[in-house]
């Protein structure tokens, strides 16, 4: 997968499917992650990846979605909370991801992202 030279913020391995090595590298879709790159440009800050690709195996092991974006390698989950995951939703409609998952209570806060077709956008 040769477009992850191109990819300024963003290395292979903070996608793998846990224990999985290079799991990133060979399954992340190369549209999502110029996105998300182009996203990461826009919000001028580190990004934590909390999921990136998943093995179905252990998409159904954490109880993911049957159809999860994750497996597709279309969508990672971002730790963030507060103004910035106000700031990262408003970046993620300008450079066209248009999965919205908002987990922003209690511990676990993060915000999906996917490069689904339709828009959609739920909590968790
Ligand atoms: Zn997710």
């Excluded at 910035?84 to 999906?112: C, E, P, W």
């Amino acid at each position: 997968m040769t477009f992850w030279k191109q990819i300024k913020y963003f290395k292979s391995n903070e996608f793998d499917s846990p224990s999985i090595l290079k799991s990133g590298y060979d399954n992340m879709d190369e549209q999502f992650v110029r996105k998300l790159d182009a996203l990461r440009e826009k919000f001028g800050k580190p990004m934590i990846i909390t999921s990136g690709y998943r093995t179905e195996i252990y998409n159904d092991r954490i109880g993911g979605a049957p159809n999860s974006m994750h497996v597709k390698g279309k969508a990672a989950d971002i730790l963030v909370r507060g103004e910035d995951a106000y700031t990262i939703i408003g970046l993620a409609y300008m450079v066209g991801l248009k999965g919205i998952g908002v987990s922003q209570k209690g511990r676990n806060r993060f915000i999906h992202l996917d490069d689904r077709d339709e828009p959609m956008v739920w909590s968790y």
